[in-house]
């Protein structure tokens, strides 16, 4: 499925929660599959936000959570993400991938400040990684992706709130 709306200024929406045809289905994910016990879960919030929140445990070698979702994006003639969002003063990673089958993924990480903000990041910018290792390979240059997610990872037991209100890319 894809998800686009173009407004005056060349931006393309891909994600947002206050339009049902721009929600797409969002699937989270922890450290469980590697006997790690951090939990998560999303849901959506009565001001049309998704919420991503939840507990970072390192017991049991653990120390992630992350959301994702498939969706088809042309990023032909774009340069950059725009994430609209409201952290809690931690650090995240949003990822993406060309094709949601690579093992790989392209990594962009921020810190929140806890305060809504607009986190803008060019597309060259995402770096290849593979289960938190950086690997040989060049930036993202692709003309297309089929995944993003966010994911929490920062080596601490913590718990985590990151309200996201809207995704775009310009």
């Known amino acids: ?19 049902s045809h721009k929600t797409p289905s969002w699937e989270v994910f922890s450290d469980g599959v590697m006997g790690g016990v951090s ?11 998704g919420i991503f929140s939840g ?10 959570a992350g959301v994702r979702c498939r969706l088809n994006v042309d990023l032909t003639l774009r340069k950059r993400f725009v994430l609209h969002l409201t952290g809690d003063s931690k650090s995240y990673q949003f990822r993406i991938k ?11 990480a921020f810190e929140t400040s806890g305060e ?5 990041i060019d ?14 390979r060049p930036n993202f240059n692709d003309a297309s992706l089929e995944e993003i997610c966010f994911l929490i990872g920062n080596k601490v037991d913590e718990d985590y709130r990151l309200q996201i209100h809207k995704i775009e890319i310009e």
């Open 1 to 19: 499925m894809v998800y686009t709306s173009t407004n005056a200024q060349n931006t393309q929406v891909i994600v947002d929660f206050t339009d």
């Open 123 to 136: 597309i060259d910018a995402f770096v290849p990684r593979y289960r938190g290792r950086d690997i040989d």
């Open 116 to 120: 809504k903000e607009r986190v803008v």
């Open 98 to 108: 060309h094709k949601s089958s690579d093992a790989h993924s392209y990594v962009y």
């Open 55 to 64: 507990h970072v445990s390192t017991d049991n070698n653990g120390g992630f």
């Open 39 to 49: 939990e998560s879960v999303f849901t959506k919030d009565a001001e049309g936000s």
